[in-house]
């Protein structure tokens, strides 16, 4: 299966990936961490109006044979959460760029996004851990 | 994400594995397909109709020496006296405390031959056993010399009969017979791990090649490590090393079934046995079902009114039954069916309740 990374996202080394519109961020994780998890089972997502802090832990997702924690990418007040992906998060697999995004967050500082990977790198990194 | 050594062995499977686009993983040294076409499709697959596993990476033992099982008789708590030629036995061998050196299959082969089916991760510390424990036995080691392939589900028998000249139909539960597989010499026995009818076929690694091709192209959906795991987990069976070890005795383990105390005078580990008998077990495998969707994964801690009592061994999101399940070892007597214990995941509790094993019964 050949895997997607779209050109106007920027990504993380731990999967996570954001889409900047304004100083509004939606955050989803990519299709390769959604192929590499296989069956996807349990999703849990903090709250509207939670803070997510970059770097640490904001959520899970699980899939039949792992746990994995998503990492923040960035700073920012959660502002809209994707409830309905929460009671289905099996549809993670179908379209984790559009309808299955996670969160979107108010960034709170912009120059974070500076660390993130773009998709050249990313693509980089992940063919990496493929070989 | 697992990363790979160098070191890991391949079956001779491994390449038509990767042909199929499968996952690999790293399991007790051997690089193995994980899943396929998703672990859910392929539990379905062998749910409803046929699945193929290659569990080549399993130790085989041919085991021949005078009055073999009579010789085994002492390793095992399991009356072996009863067992006839082409039939199988599942048993436990025993340390001296009791605790379980191994789960395996024994396949009666006469008086003077015994074939024994053994975990990957444990075949070498089972030689080693075996031939410390038993006299006058010459033990031949088919691990890496064989292919082995389990084909499972209520379809099995009828798709692996395509390409069998012998009648399978005939064969009973935990039978097993010396048979032709694609013309082929081959040992076939209608034993598996997934609490589905079907066989556990041993041939020649080219021929067992050309049986996995076969059997995709007869429809057998091929099945990695993964389903595998899901599958015996809500047939409730104990993986060696996450639900039973040296420390765990059958009767802690739920497997008191395997335990003939009354028709085996002697055998290792039986004193701890008759004590255990007497004075009842202090802790107990269980099955525990869950609400949600969470998983309750290997130690996970087991409480009861907020005080640990025991930790999860095994534990999924049962793909049959659409709920989460789950074996821990507990205090025992909090292991009554009906008993309300939690479960901690990730720093928070979620109610369990203490279940009939097997989750899932064909």
């Not at chain 2, 292919?147 to 499972?152: C, F, I």
Request: one cysteine or more.
């Amino acid at each position: 299966m050949s895997l997607e990374y779209p050109e106007d996202l920027k990504y993380t080394d731990s999967h996570e990936y954001i889409r900047l519109d304004g100083d509004t961020a939606t955050i989803g994780i990519t299709a390769f961490a959604v192929d590499q998890l296989g069956d996807i089972v349990f999703l849990e997502l903090p709250e509207v109006g939670d803070a997510l802090e970059r770097g640490e832990t904001f959520g899970t997702v699980e899939s039949v044979k792992a746990v994995e924690d998503l990492k923040a990418p960035l700073s920012g007040k959660v502002i809209e959460r994707n409830d309905p992906l929460l009671d289905a998060p099996e549809q993670l697999a179908d379209d984790p760029y559009g309808t299955a995004w996670l969160l979107k967050v108010e960034v709170s500082d912009g120059a974070e996004l500076d660390d993130a990977l773009s998709m050249e790198e990313y693509v980089a990194l992940v063919e990496g851990e493929e070989g | 994400m697992s990363s790979m050594t160098d070191a890991l062995r391949r079956t001779p499977l491994y390449d038509l594995a990767i042909a199929q686009k499968a996952r690999m993983t790293s399991f007790s040294g051997w690089e193995m397909p994980v899943q396929f076409g998703g672990i859910t499709q392929e539990h379905q697959a062998v749910r409803q109709s046929v699945g193929v596993f290659d569990i080549s990476h399993m130790g085989k033992f041919v085991l021949r020496g005078e009055a073999i099982l009579t010789q085994l008789q002492r390793l095992v708590p399991t009356d072996l006296g009863g067992l006839q030629p082409g039939m199988a036995q599942y048993t436990v061998l025993l340390n001296p405390q009791g605790g379980i050196v191994d789960d395996f299959i024994i396949y009666a082969q006469g008086t003077d031959r015994a074939d024994l089916i053994v975990n990957a991760a444990t075949t070498e510390k089972d030689k080693t056993w075996l031939l410390a424990h038993l006299s006058g036995v010459e033990l031949e080691d088919w691990s890496g010399d064989r292919a082995l392939l389990a084909v499972q589900g209520p379809d099995a028998v009828v798709t692996l009969q395509k390409f069998v000249e012998e009648d399978l139909s005939n064969v009973p539960k935990f039978g097993h017979l010396e048979g032709h597989v694609l013309g082929k010499p081959g040992f076939m026995a209608r034993t598996g791990y997934t609490g589905e009818d079907g066989f556990e076929v041993m041939v020649e690694p080219e021929t067992g090649r050309e049986l996995w091709r076969s059997l995709l192209d007869a429809g057998a959906v091929p099945c990695g490590l993964g389903a595998r795991d899901t599958l015996r987990l809500e047939a409730a069976m104990a993986l060696y090393g996450q639900d039973i070890d040296d420390t765990t005795t059958p009767l802690e383990a739920g497997l008191g079934w395997l335990v003939h105390l009354d028709k085996v005078p002697e055998f290792i580990g039986r004193d701890v046995l008759v004590q255990q008998k007497q004075d009842g077990v202090s802790r107990r495998l269980i099955g525990l079902q869950l609400t949600g969707r969470n998983i309750a994964r290997h130690d996970y801690p087991v409480l009861h009114s907020g005080e640990p009592i025991g930790k999860i061994t095994s534990g999924t999101l049962s793909p049959t039954l659409g709920y989460p399940i789950a074996l821990a070892s507990v205090l025992a007597d909090l292991a009554k069916i009906g008993q309300i214990l939690e479960v901690e995941i990730r720093g928070k509790s979620y109610p369990a309740t203490v279940v009939k094993r097997p989750f899932y019964k064909r």
